[in-house]
């Protein structure tokens, strides 16, 4: 195949979110569903290698690189991306599948960018393209929370950039490989990774932002930040140690405040953070095994959190209530979004026979092979509280429980349709996962369905279902709001901007005042300058610039004679 | 002898005969077309200078065949046909402009004078740049700032009158300034060929009458580029002036300044005495920094669109500056690059600025002062313009694609090469502020609701054309960097060499 017939499948989904707001009816749910697609079927004609090389200032960039571990990046974010469009079909803003395809493409071209420099131009289309997702759910809620979640990603960008420039200035070289968190720049590049990962202390940035896009925009959201995070971490460094800490700390954080919220999709919001700590342990850990392992489980937890936020998303619009407290007994009338949402809650708790078992066991396996007792530990504990807060919690809540007397239908076909393709894939990958396996970037040798697994998994499940029902009575939901770190930019930051902006309105009064009747003096000024004795002008109102310029002067000469 | 040879010569002349040719034609058709032609063949000229230099080296030209440090020598090298290229290239593109948008901002009468006073100005700071002698940069600076003064003048709104005026004033010192330091130098080394005035300097280089006119020139020329916390002069300046002269001298006469600072700094007083013995970078950084933060922290809250951008130049200055207090091949690139390219994101807003206030005043009704209360919701009734803004807007920012991120890629990369990582966060952070400002913008364009009842009112063909021009410019100078910091590099490089 020659480079001339080589498509950049980032670029197909970009060219098709430009191209959405222009068509209409039939022709736009074409395009929705096709661009997807064609970017799909053009990833995988694509060989591997680097296919497109730019020369750009001194460095040699590819803006499109291949291998195994970004084919299987670019494949689930272009699955999702075709899936997420199915489901938001009958999405009524006409911005958000355009925003979203936009913010998908950019996911699939950090993934598939073989330079730092495209990583980083990818990076900040992403950002803006999720704001405009956030924002397109049209709630005031929804605004305020896309200009704080757009300052996060901003400031996060700022730091990346810093740290890129940095290691290609220190290194002369521009290609994104695998680096050690020993230098400034790469200090600084870790750091920018981890903002978009949801890792603390901005963690907050996430559960903050999610739940308040509407009941589509959720999903795709879900997809794509954290997972390309996760994939550059992947990329770029692998077997940090500081990873593994930073991991199980996101997956405590996740399972503690998950447990205390009692909007639903928060609730799976706060799942994110839990789950993609699972991810970073696994890429700390560094192992052949960890890494397949943090890799698969990104691409199945892709999956069933889309399917677990489809769900609520259904809910969400049928009844108009996130709330716990407000919900329940829905399996009477929404039969098909309650097995849909209960298979995707099985898949994040790992039950065997679900897409969760086969990848989120590779990386307690690698805790095991590493003789990391204590990760283990940590990490089969969160295994449990996965499925108290996510496996359980939430569908009970939702479809079961009291029941709440409401009787909205199953959603539409499109919506229905995208819920049962992906609880299809959540049980399939789970009984036949070799397919996955494959795509995987290190050869796989290691078997899911044996007996010890098997059980352990079975018994850490049971037990903590156990708990859950025995504990009922106090994980009842409150409607409260919990409070996190995010109340430092949610409500301390705009008192002190608007303590400064009175400040400075009164500063600005008083500058005002003097600039009036420096206005006076020089209309006194000028009407004097044309009568003949105005030209006895003794006081300039440029005075103080005139001060200002022989400051600078006698500042010059001073360090110039003594400095 | 042919013509090509004459280039240095007929760059400046053109201009500067077109200006008395439109005041004695008083009409404002035969001023437009005689002074637009000048600019434009003072761009062609540039653009003949440009590829000389490219194949014979710097070009001695010596007037009226007076032999150097007799005679009055222009002397054209790659920073000064870069240069030369940049005001040109701006007259060329601002003139054509200006014809539909003086229209409504100046009274009729008056738009020959308007003309003769561009081409003035424009002879003005060409002379500058090309010009090889002290004195003789002193006479042109004089000439382009008068004229500018008038420009500001002939603004509708009041203030301007007072704006021109505060201008005159401070103009008028930081000229007087340059004065002096060059009457020092004449004092010591009895000449004004800045070659000459470079090599005679090295003998007396630490004598006091030299740093004096270090001071004196360095405060002069600071003032003429608005150096923070000499800039007060420019925003009102900026503010109150018609849209094609803001747009003018945006792109071009502060950039003019600091060439003129580049100029003295290392062809005159030399390398080893301004980065080496004197704790002149130390002190330029500070500035620059302090102009990076303050100014573009005051434009985020300036409720008047102008005067937004206006203080917004104050702080791109700062990185111009900033890149100048490096000493290195890279700094100075940076600061050469970053001059062109914010000078071309400039014009392209405030020329489509001035379009803005064409579409809003509609037909014979007095131009608005463009408050941010006026611009509700005018992506919807203006949406090339505005689409126009936010590019140039980017590129202020510095995104990656757009000319702003190449020089600040540049400045980065001389700040790493210094092992200054405190001062990658600084540019960084203030490109945040710029965010910040242009999201003003973008908020209140599009996401505002439109008054009642508004249509589309877009700025006529005969502006947006141009002001795409330089919006276009902008994005192409950011994609391909050949010429920019082909030319940029070559000259730092060249000026590194001499300062040795």
Known sequence: MSSAFIFHPALILIAGALLLPFLRGTARNGAVLLAPTFALVALWLLPEGKLWQVQWLDYQLAPLAV????????????????????????????????????????AVGVTLAGDLVTVFLFWEFMAVGSTLVIWSAGTPGAWAASRRYVAVHLAGGVILFAGIAGQIAITGDASFHAMKADSIATWLILIGFLINAGAPPLSAWLPDAYPEASWSGTVFLSAFTT?????????????????????????????????????????????????????????????????????????????????????AGAVLAATNRRKCSELG???????????????????????????????????????????????????????AGVFLHAGIKFPWFVFFQKDSGLRPADPPASLRWAMIFFAFLCIALGVWPDPLY??????????????????????????????????????KRTPTITLDVDWLWRVAGPEVAKSFRLALAETRAGFGEMIESGKARYCILLARHRRPEGLLMRSWPTGSMALWVMVMLLANLGIYYFG | ?????????????????????????????????????????????????????????????????????????????????????????????????????????????????????????????LGITITGDAFNVFVFLEISSLSTYVLIALGRDRRALAAS???????????????????????????????????????????????????????GVSLKLALFPLHQWLPNAYTYAPSAVTAFLAATATKVSIYVLIRFWFSVFGETLIFHKLPLPQLMLGLSLAAMFAASFIAIFQDNLKRMFAYSSVGQIGYITLG????????????????FNHGMAKAAIFLLIGGMVVGLAGRGAVSPVLTFDKLAGLAKRMPLTCFGIVLAG??????????????????????????????????????????????????????????????????????LIPAWLMVIATTWFGLDTSFTVGSALEAAQQLVRVGK
């Open chain 2, 324 to 339: 100048l207090s490096f000493d290195s091949v890279h700094g100075l690139t940076a600061s050469i690059v970053h001059l």
């Open chain 2, 394 to 463: 980017l590129s202020l920012i510095g995104v990656p694609g757009t000319a702003g991120f190449v020089s600040k890629w540049y400045l980065i990369v001389a700040a790493l090469e210094q092992g200054q990582f405190w001062i990658v966060g600084a540019i960084l952070l203030s490109s945040l502020l710029a965010v910040a400002y242009v999201w003003r913008f973008v908020e209140v364009a599009y996401f505002h609701a439109a008054p009642e009842g508004s249509g589309k009112q877009e700025a006529p063909l005969g502006l």
């Open chain 2, 165 to 219: 005026y505060r201008y005159l004033i401070m103009g008028t010192i930081g000229a007087t300034f340059f004065v002096i330091g060059i009457g020092f130098l004449y004092l010591m080394t009895g000449t004004l060929n800045i070659v000459d005035l470079g090599e005679r300097l090295r003998a007396v280089q630490d004598s006091r009458p030299v740093l004096v006119a270090l001071a004196f020139i360095t405060v």
């Open chain 1, 329 to 383: 007994g829905l399996f009477h009338s929404m039969p098909i979004t309650t097995i849909c949402g209960t298979i995707g809650a099985l898949a994040i708790s790992s039950f065997p026979l679900t897409s969760g078992f086969i990848s989120k066991s590779m990386v307690t396996q690698a805790a095991i092979d590493g003789h990391l007792q204590m990760v283990w530990l940590f990490l089969a504990a969160a295994s």
């Open chain 2, 1 to 125: 002898m042919s013509l090509s040879a004459h280039l240095p010569a007929l760059q400046v002349v053109l201009p500067l005969l077109s200006a008395p040719l439109a005041v004695l034609l008083r009409h404002g058709g035969l001023a437009f077309a005689i002074v637009t032609a000048g600019a434009w063949a003072a761009f062609a000229a540039a653009i003949g200078l440009w590829l000389q230099v490219g194949e014979v080296g710097t070009i001695s030209y010596h007037i009226g065949s007076w032999a150097p440090p007799w005679g009055i020598e222009y002397r054209v090298d790659r920073l000064a046909s870069f240069i030369l290229l940049l005001v040109s290239g701006t007259a060329a593109i601002v003139l054509p402009y200006s014809r539909a948008s003086i229209e409504r901002e100046i009274p009729r009468d008056l738009h020959y004078l308007y003309y003769a006073m561009f081409g003035l100005c424009l002879a003005g700071l």
């Open chain 1, 67 to 106: 291998d195994k571990l970004s084919r299987l990046f670019a494949t689930i974010f272009l699955l999702m991306a075709a899936v997420g469009g199915l489901f938001a079909l009958r999405q009524t803003s006409r911005l958000e599948v355009p925003a979203a395809f936009l913010y998908a493409g950019s």
């Open chain 1, 438 to 475: 494959a795509m995987l970037p290190y050869e796989v040798n290691y078997a899911p369905y044996t007996a010890g697994h098997v059980i352990t998994q079975l018994q850490l499940l049971l037990f903590s279902g156990l708990a859950f029902f025995v504990m009922l009575d106090f994980l």
């Open chain 1, 227 to 311: 997972k390309t995070a996760v994939y550059v971490l992947l990329r770029g460094f692998p077997g940090t140690e500081i990873l593994v800490w930073v991991g199980i700390f996101m997956i405590f954080y996740g399972i503690v405040y998950a447990l205390l919220e009692n909007d639903m999709r928060r609730i799976l919001a706060y799942s994110i953070v839990n789950q993609v700590g699972f991810m970073i342990t696994g890429i700390g850990i560094g192992t052949e095994m960890a890494l397949n392992g943090a890799a698969a489980h990104a691409f199945a937890h892709i999956i069933y959190k889309a399917l677990l936020l489809m769900s």
